[in-house]
């Protein structure tokens, strides 16, 4: 018998627990290896339909599929060991019905491992989230700049300045009336998103929402700056990976080309040493 009682996973009732405590800590992963590195860090590891753009290289999230979420969620879910899961479900895979969502949410889940899914919208995804969240779905919603709806936006704008304020506060009070454990503020005008956040008894994850947030979200290809090209205000980069590979892949490159790589250490002699022989 083992000394130690066995870990319980986090679940959707403890994130939604953590209202008025310590910031939850949320970041992205794709793969394993990442989900790994973020893992002891992260109290939720988000498989976000970014992943559409960050790894598939398609121009919005618009194009992304249920296999794709389904294939590094599962990647994900393997790494972790701490924190808890929640995959985003794609555009085109909730929004027809109640009935079509649960199917596609039930699957996520059954597939993957998750504990939780996430979808964008407010008022016209509440019926949905509560059809979810009745048949044993745990939601998190996304309000605010929903990138999924980029062309009806007409872009990756602030969503909550002027009279657009009153429409996303609703559309976070729906949310969570519909029985969401968590919501996702992306873009919003921070004195809004700390309004939101204080009328909300669930926690607020902000992405460009300001610090009033109960917890905060990025995408780790951002804040790692893997990316040289792409400068949002809100993503602060916390390493310059993208440069760090630039000069690792130049380096390698010339090496190839003056043949000063693989060395000796990096290649196999024709025959072995006598001392490794004897040993083996
Ligand atoms: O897809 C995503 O990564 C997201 C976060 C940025 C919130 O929805």
Known sequence: MSATAPVRPVLPPDIKARKGGAPLVVLTAYTTPVARLVDPHCDIVLVGDSLGMVLHGLPSTVGVTMEMMILHGRAVVRGLGKAMAVIDMPFGSYEESPAQAFRN??????????????????????????????????????VGLTPQSVNTLGGYKVVGRADEADKVMADAKACEAAGAFSIVLEKVPEGLSGRISKALTIPTIGIGAGVDCDGQVLVIDDMLGLFTDFRPKFVKRYAELGKLADEAIATYAAEV????????????????????????
């Open 105 to 142: 949410a039930a699957r996520i889940m059954a597939e993957t491992g998750a504990p939780a899914v996430k979808l964008e919208g407010g008022v016209t995804m509440a019926e949905t989230i509560a059809f979810l969240t009745a048949r044993g779905i745990p939601v998190m919603a996304h």
């Open 257 to 280: 080309r003056a043949r000063s790589f693989p060395a000796a250490e990096h290649s196999f002699p024709d025959a072995l040493p006598p001392a490794t022989k004897a040993k083996s």
